[in-house]
């Protein structure tokens, strides 16, 4: 969430950032400072009213004590007391409008972000190279099909387009994985390992700046509750509405769930296979840290995320996102795009994204620089380290050989194995 104080007292600065997420970003400004205007003039006309009871009441208490008549300063009171009345629900309504308006101003991209919509986006390197294959590429929903790993067909049948299965050793390969990765952040990268709730509730989903933007890409229940579409929701606000102390930050955790997005991309050729999904599998990342140390805290956090690609050897790139295609959310944001050769494309296997104190201002997370000082909001961040449909896309394309078997990354066969998968 936006600090209301930054909005208020440089209106002009506010504008001009959120400007450059597009002009939808920056009109809601107004609505945010009109109710606060409101709010303050009623809070200021509550506090007044206040003052002049508490007054009022020592003059009652006086008359009293010496005997006087106070039926009219009685009655003075009673009417001020109906009056504060009225204005206490009209100071909530305020403070509710207020809250709802500032939900839905996304957060401030940093200075260094880019202007610009997606095709602003700066690929800031590379790793790797993209393979030169000894036959034809491939694209995965064939060789899947081959192997005998991947049945889209009979996943639509069950449950509808996006909803893939993977059977025999296609499942052994995402426990594989999985599992790979889960070690390689807890054991070598220092983080602590969760296993969340896949449902969360409204407060959840809203702390971390899913609702009320994204609510209509998000499962729900008849019930209230969310599906998650990352583990970074229910992680992050682990600590939603607590004050930590500054000697256990930053605080890292990994966590493996099942993610669902109802909204899965456009009709059309990108939307074959695995490449765009309603359900898939992704080990997340999650830091939350003192704002001084965020900018260090995000290259770690990329760091980390491409290590897992490095140790599949998929070649891939570090793109910065433009400010009009950063997430609601995030202050900045780095994609790895991992190459698929069969596609011939660049796919988004992770995202790491750092997100100021946007999302503990909204779950109230706080921790005190010192001992004995006030508590200071957060930073958090998090990234895919990584998300399995694509990168399996690309562990398929980019290892086929001509005789249809597909080898697997030598960081992989521990966990796997095989050192290869063959036509089924």
């Known amino acids: 969430m936006i600090d209301i104080r930054w909005l208020r007292d440089a209106p002009d600065e506010a504008a001009a950032a959120l400007a450059r997420r597009g002009s939808a970003a920056a009109g809601l400004l107004g609505t ?5 205007a409101r709010r303050r003039d009623v809070l200021k006309r509550v506090e ?5 009871r508490n007054a009022a009441s020592e003059e009652v208490a006086e008359l009293k004590r010496r005997g006087a008549d106070a039926s009219v300063l009685l009655t003075e009171l009673k009417t001020t007391s109906d009056i504060i009345k009225g204005l206490d629900q009209e100071l909530r309504a305020a403070e509710d409008a207020l809250e709802q308006a500032l939900l839905r101003i996304p957060n401030r991209p940093l200075d260094d972000v880019p202007d610009g919509d997606a095709t602003a986006n700066r690929v800031v390197r590379t790793w790797g190279e993209p393979p030169k294959l000894s036959g034809p590429a491939r694209p995965h929903w064939e060789l899947g099909e081959a192997l005998g790993i991947l049945d889209l067909a009979r996943g639509a049948k069950i449950a509808g387009s996006g909803f893939p299965v993977f059977v025999g050793e296609g499942a052994r390969l995402t426990r594989a994985l999985i599992n790979f990765m889960l070690d ?34 998000m499962y729900v229940t008849e019930d209230g509750l969310y599906l998650i579409p ?12 607590e004050i ?31 490449i765009r999904v309603h359900q898939f599998d992704k080990v997340e990342l999650v830091r939350i840290c003192r704002p001084a140390d965020s900018p260090a805290e995000h290259q770690a956090l990329l760091g980390h995320a491409e290590a ?8 891939y790139r570090v793109v910065l996102l433009a400010a009009g295609d950063t997430g609601f959310a995030s202050a900045k944001t780095f994609d ?20 100021a104190d946007f999302q503990a201002r909204r779950a109230n997370i706080r921790y005190r620089p010192t001992p004995d000082s006030k508590p200071d909001f957060v930073h958090t961040l998090n990234a895919s380290g990584v998300a399995l449909p694509r990168t399996i896309i690309a562990l398929l394309e980019n290892n086929q050989e001509p005789d249809g078997s597909v080898r697997i990354p030598p960081a992989l066969v521990p966990y796997f194995g095989r050192d290869r998968l063959l036509p089924a």
């Open 230 to 241: 990352t583990a970074e929701v229910p992680v992050t606000n682990l600590h939603r509405d």
């Open 32 to 36: 945010a400072l009109e109710h606060d």
């Open 184 to 217: 390689l952040h807890t054991r070598e990268h220092g983080y602590r390992e969760v296993a969340p709730p896949l449902l969360v509730n409204a407060v959840t989903a809203q702390g971390t700046g899913q609702l009320p933007d994204l609510e209509r890409n």
């Open 336 to 355: 790895l795009e991992v190459w698929a050769a069969g596609v011939g494309a660049w796919l988004e296997a992770s995202s790491a994204s750092t997100f």
């Open 308 to 315: 897992v690609l490095q140790r599949l050897g998929l070649p």
């Open 48 to 52: 007044g009213l206040r003052a002049h």
């Open 244 to 274: 930590l102390r500054a000697d256990v930050l930053p605080l890292t955790y990994a966590a493996y769930t099942p993610c669902f997005r109802r909204e899965a991309g456009a009709h059309g050729k990108d939307t074959r296979g695995l």
